[in-house]
């Protein structure tokens, strides 16, 4: 047998739930005898590597209580922005609708920093101890995190009482280029609305045991207190940073007058967005995935963001990689623009497919073009192709001397599923068909390389 020859196993998938009965999946090994030679060079320049798309992050507060949040990266990119995230009175960083609109933002290129304030969820601190003046502080602590960890924040978004929040934190924290808010009140005092039936225990006893939401909270005067002494419209005024507010016009908790009353207070830029059938507290998920839309592309009018460096070329693909990256590369394929890189443990940032899996997604694309042509021709029942395709160095078949380096050489394992109403001399005949697609028979080929300088 050759090293080339093909090891084919074909297996009926037997799934009750498969809505196509008549699928077969055939196993092809496709060795190359291969002159080629490679190795992976490891780089010593240092940069910094987003190692997953959400992590938890711990930092402390202005007395040295540990808070905790969830930093969530864009994939396959850098950020390039970062946005800091109020969740509402007495929620946590976890509620839904934040989530919601975190993947919003990310999946447009910002990282999104949530955090539990102090003493909620999984943040250090007694919940009785704290103050609307204590949630501004720890937002500035976070500001502070991210500016030393990563890139310091520009963008500043809060609901509910979060939103008035960065309103006041963003007039202490220079990095901040804008500011969105969801539902929020226009002064903090309006959360005594929600304690109301509790206020004269709270001034009477200093104290009292609040349910918001189904969960008891400890209330002290100096909350209530600190609510007072807080002013926003005046703040808004002064701040001088685009604005962004939304809010649903059927808000049961913060009234729609709240926001008009944000607006009127603040400085141009500034834009109102109606989330029209809303609640408070975002519930449905359209309407926090559409709120995450919008604050995205609006904030990136005011945000500073990194220029794509086009690359263009005579020749049908280009890659290009500056020397203070690793391995991530920018390319132009055809008419289309992507990235190439390499697996994190090979020191690269995955932002895109290593070269081997660009040759096995050409080989992959290949022979189901090349089937699905022949089987149409044919007029066969084919309802779908799928090619699996994975590269390694292997033994070649019936090696006789094994131990030898050279006996290694370069292997696609390429299965195939088939979807359809064909029978067993079909099925062997695209098998056929599979192994003569132009990638696969470039691939066999004696090939060669010419490379030159361009001035």
Known sequence: MKAYD?????????????????????????????????????????????????????????????LVGRL????????????????CFTCNKNLLAIKNISKSLTSNGFGVLRFDFTGLGESEGDFAETNFSGNVE???????????????????????????????????ITSVKAVATIGAPSNPVHVKHLLKSNIEEINLKGKAQVNIGGRDFTIKKQFLD????????????????????????????????NAEEIYIAAHHPKSFISLDGADHLLSDKKDSSYAGKVISGWAQRYLELPQDKKISSKHQVVASLDANEAFTTPMKVGNHYMLADEP???????????????VSAGLSA?????????????????????????????????CQDCESPGAMIDTFHRELKLTGNIDER??????????????????????????KLIS
């Open 344 to 358: 994190e443990e090979f020191g690269g940032n995955d932002f895109g497919p290593s070269p081997y899996e660009f």
């Open 138 to 172: 720890d937002l500035i602590a976070a500001a502070d995190y991210l500016h030393s960890s990563h890139k310091a924040p520009t963008l500043l978004i809060g609901h509910s009482l979060g939103g008035a929040a960065v309103l006041l934190a963003a007039s202490e």
């Open 6 to 66: 093909l090891n084919l196993r074909i297996s009926k998938l037997l799934n009750p739930i498969d809505l196509f009965p008549n699928s077969k999946q055939i196993d092809l090994i496709l060795t190359i005898p291969s002159k080629r030679k490679f190795s992976i060079f490891h780089s010593t320049i240092t940069v910094l590597i987003y190692t997953m798309n959400l992590q938890k992050v711990i930092f402390r507060n202005k007395t040295g209580q540990e």
């Open 226 to 257: 600190d609510l007072e002494n807080r002013t926003l419209p005046q703040t808004v005024k002064e701040l001088r940073k685009p604005i962004l507010i939304l809010h649903s016009p059927q808000d049961q908790t913060v009234a729609i007058k």
């Open 426 to 451: 079909q099925t062997q005949r695209i098998l056929e068909i599979a192994n003569k697609c132009p990638v696969h028979k470039t691939l066999y080929s004696e090939t060669q390389v010419i490379t």
């Open 366 to 398: 290949c022979t189901a073009m090349t089937i699905q042509m022949y089987v149409k021709r044919k007029a066969w029942d084919l309802q779908n192709v799928e090619v699996h395709t994975s590269y390694s160095k292997s033994h070649a078949e019936d």
């Open 72 to 87: 969530e990266l864009p994939a396959d990119q850098r950020p390039h922005n970062f946005a800091l995230f109020a969740h």
